[in-house]
């Protein structure tokens, strides 16, 4: 049997948790997909997988054997396309994450043109403003805006996101406008959060240079951008978000622009990916692509405009 196979199908059930979706994904009934799973096992002469009815879950070797399968099989699509045109060889699978509004407004619209380009590329495109943890769910590359934590990852800087301040007029007319940091005492912010469960710091601000916080109460907290964005237009408080997402709530009057002299910094946007001595063609190719198209929407300093 071959060896090359009975990785492809291991890595697709570690991805998937699942027989059943790793042989929809493969074209291979379950039982193919179990029996190239019992073989492997038998072949390296341990457990790699531990059943149960609801789910399927890598054991330690598994996991080992899962990482190391990866760079395994990328190196050999590389190869594989050796001797192919230029498109051509670009082929495989990309697993990426990807911010929800910047997944939907920007790089899915304009997503065609690559898959234009290289048709042999495969891409799982997962959308949520949570962080996902690139090793253990298998993901190539994870586009992140905000500060990084994740030192054991590579990072590519693409730019910075403007912030500014928002409210809806429903809410200037109920409550008053803004008009300095005190005026805040009497207002609303509505709280984004990664995690439900904890609270912001509270409204952010550069002074001299330097981050300064004002907590403010908030009756609502959310832990999505679309959630923030729509709460802002309900008139629940105020918001502090990249200003080209907001744009063309601005342009429909939808929701207005407040002090502007105590915006949060610019948020950083960054690729990241796994350390690794060969970077696959494709995944390379993607990133590229991905910088390139984000490029003119972002500044390139910190304290761009």
């Not at 790699?48 to 399968?69: C, F, K, M, P």
């Amino acid at each position: 049997m071959n060896k090359l196979e009975l990785l492809r199908t291991f890595v697709r059930v570690s991805e998937l948790s699942s027989f059943t979706l790793a042989g929809e994904s493969l074209g291979l009934p379950r039982s193919t997909v179990s029996e190239q799973v019992r073989a492997l096992e038998s072949l390296l002469g341990t457990r790699l997988l531990n059943r149960t009815t609801r789910r399927v879950q890598a054991t330690q070797d598994g996991l080992h054997l899962y990482e190391r399968s990866k760079d395994l099989l990328s190196r050999m699509d590389e190869i594989e396309g050796l001797f192919h045109s230029e498109k051509a060889a670009l082929i495989g699978r990309l697993r990426i994450d990807l911010p929800t509004l910047m997944a939907r407004r920007i790089i899915l619209p304009n997503l065609p043109q690559f898959i234009d380009c290289h048709p042999g590329i495969e891409l799982e495109i997962s959308c949520t403003d949570c962080q996902v943890d690139l090793l253990r769910e298998g993901f190539d590359c994870v586009l992140r805006i905000g500060t990084l934590s994740d030192l054991d990852l590579i990072a590519r800087p693409l730019g910075f996101l403007a912030q500014i301040n928002c409210a809806s007029p429903r809410y200037l007319q109920r409550h008053g406008v803004p008009e300095s940091l005190a005026d805040l005492h009497h207002h609303q912010l509505i709280h984004y959060v990664k995690n439900l469960g904890s609270r912001s710091p509270g409204f952010e601000y550069l002074q001299a240079g330097a981050l300064q916080v004002q907590p403010m109460a908030g009756a609502v907290t959310v832990n999505s951008t679309e959630a923030y964005e729509s709460a802002c237009v309900a008139g629940l408080g105020l918001i502090q978000a990249p200003a080209a997402g907001l744009q063309g709530y601005l342009d429909r009057g939808e929701l207005v622009a407040l002090l502007a002299d105590f915006v949060p910094p610019p948020m950083p946007v960054s690729l990241l990916y796994a350390r690794q001595q060969h970077v696959p063609p494709r995944l390379r190719a993607f990133m590229d692509w991905l910088a390139a198209l984000l490029e003119p929407r972002l500044d390139q300093a910190a304290g761009g405009n």
